[in-house]
């Protein structure tokens, strides 16, 4: 089961776009809104997490020092997808800082095509992009597997293959996203049931 770490609380009651690009692969999942919720209780109930777009990082970070939360990701076994926030989270528990980096709206964006993470999908697409940070640098233990023209580090990858971030919104279709991009979410499932093995 992927495991969805909802930080967006415009869906507090109704299903996010995440969700139903989850439902549209097939794969079990169970959504946890942070602001609610909280974390899983029983780690080993999650064999993948996705962490989702938000606005705040409170439910991770006490100021510096990681929270529960925090300490969750951190200490997690099973493949992770971070989207935005998400992303920014990852690398926050990597130790890296966040700049200023707003961007609102489709951009095109540069893809490594070759990597699992964006099987089927071409190496130049179009991306909705709702962020107000970025990363500087891509963090210690990753590499960099997508680019943009305004914020530069749009994905990054675990050297160790387990865990993905990545800027912009692959769940935006309505908005503008490349229909293609749905299929980070059926690649991430695939990750995630190799791992089991």
């Given amino acids: 089961m992927i495991c969805i770490l909802q930080n967006d609380s415009d869906f507090y009651k109704e299903i996010s776009p995440v969700e139903k690009a989850l439902d549209n692969t097939g794969y079990e999942y169970s959504t946890w809104r942070t602001f609610l919720d ?15 777009g938000g606005f705040s990082m409170s439910n991770y970070f006490e100021g510096r ?4 939360g925090g300490n969750f990701v951190r200490s997690f076994r099973g493949p992770i997808l971070g989207i935005c926030l998400g992303m920014q989270i990852l690398a926050r528990i990597g ?3 966040l700049v ?5 709206g489709v951009t095109k ?10 099987s089927g999908i071409e190496s130049e697409v179009s991306a909705y992009q709702r962020h107000n940070y970025g ?3 891509v ?6 597997i997508a680019w943009g023209d305004e914020t530069f580090i749009q994905g990054i990858s675990s050297t160790d293959g387990l865990r993905f971030g990545i800027q912009f919104h692959p769940e935006e279709i309505e908005l503008g996203s490349d229909e293609q991009l749905q299929r980070i979410f059926a ?6 049931s190799f791992h089991k093995r």
């Fill in 38 to 52: 909280g974390f899983p209780e029983d780690e080993l109930s999650c064999d993948g997490l996705i962490i989702t």
């Fill in 139 to 144: 963090p210690y233990g990753y590499r960099q």
């Fill in 95 to 97: 130790g890296e800082s």
């Fill in 187 to 192: 690649n991430f499932c695939r990750i995630v």
């Fill in 135 to 137: 990363l500087p640098y």
């Fill in 109 to 118: 964006i540069r893809l490594d095509a070759l990597h699992e993470l964006f």
């Fill in 65 to 68: 020092a990681l929270s529960s």
């Fill in 100 to 104: 200023v980096s707003k961007e609102l």
